[in-house]
């Protein structure tokens, strides 16, 4: 199983800053499979990015994921107040699909 | 419009079993992969089970082999979680989700509003 390690766990920055959050897996990928999640209070998760840096329809262009191997990145250029939230990647590339535990992005 | 639709979700008792269902509507069913996740409460995502367009193919969470089973009937649209031998660890809300390409893994593209199964006595 593809363990993933998010980091930090938890993120505080004021709005407008730069966000960067890593996912590093326990191997590396064959086909770039990792997807980036938005989780608010509340809500299910939504898409960000897939196939590591593939934006989903209508995900802003703050957001950026990049990586390769087993280190990748997802890039909030400028946050806004509805970015704070938890964020999560997610390999797909081998059964079983696994999930990192998550970054929690709060306000400073 | 996508739409996903879970019901099924209940309180149960431990050892005991229950149906999850996922009413999908708004795409071409049969094109795309589904798949369950789950939440504890409190906690983060946990991938459960996911089934090709077709049904010919099906993968599990290790930790799940054995006790759940994914399905779908393609004429009525529907997904299915058969979930048995239940646990308390297994109190979670239950996402359906759709990938997001019909023709390559896509992540979760879709997500349903969730089903909470509570397991206890």
């Known amino acids: 199983e593809i363990v993933l390690t998010q980091s930090p766990g938890t993120l505080s920055l004021s709005p407008g800053e730069r966000a960067t959050l890593s996912c590093r897996a326990s191997?590396?990928?064959?086909?770039?499979?990792l997807a980036w999640y938005q989780q608010k209070q509340g809500q299910a998760p939504s898409l960000l990015i897939y196939?590591?840096?593939n934006r989903a329809t209508g995900i802003p262009d703050r957001f950026s994921g990049s990586g390769s191997g087993t280190d990748f990145t997802l890039t909030i250029t400028r946050l806004e107040p509805e970015d704070f939230a938890v964020y999560y990647c997610?390999?797909?590339?081998?059964?079983?699909?696994?999930f990192g535990q998550g970054t929690k992005v709060e306000i400073k | 419009e996508v739409q996903l639709l879970e019901s099924g979700g209940g309180l149960v008792q431990p050892g005991g079993s229950l149906r999850l269902s996922c009413a999908a509507s708004?795409?071409?069913?049969?094109?795309?992969?589904m798949s369950w996740v789950r939440q504890a409460p409190g906690k983060g995502l946990e991938w459960v089970s996911a089934?090709?367009?077709?049904?010919?193919?099906?993968y599990h969470a290790d930790s799940l082999k054995g006790r759940f089973t994914i399905s779908r009937d393609n004429s009525e649209n529907k997904l299915y979680l058969q979930m048995s031998s239940l646990r308390a660890e297994d109190t979670a809300v239950y996402y359906c989700?759709?990938?997001?390409?019909?023709?390559?893994?896509?992540?979760?593209?879709?997500w349903g509003q969730g089903s909470l199964v509570t397991v206890s006595s």
């Open positions: 989700t759709r990938d997001l390409l019909y023709y390559d893994r896509g992540g979760h593209g879709k």
């Open positions: 708004g795409f071409t069913f049969s094109a795309y992969t």
């Open positions: 089934i090709t367009g077709s049904g010919d193919t099906t």
């Open positions: 191997q590396t990928f064959s086909n770039n499979y």
């Open positions: 196939g590591a840096s």
């Open positions: 997610q390999q797909y590339d081998e059964s079983p699909w696994t």
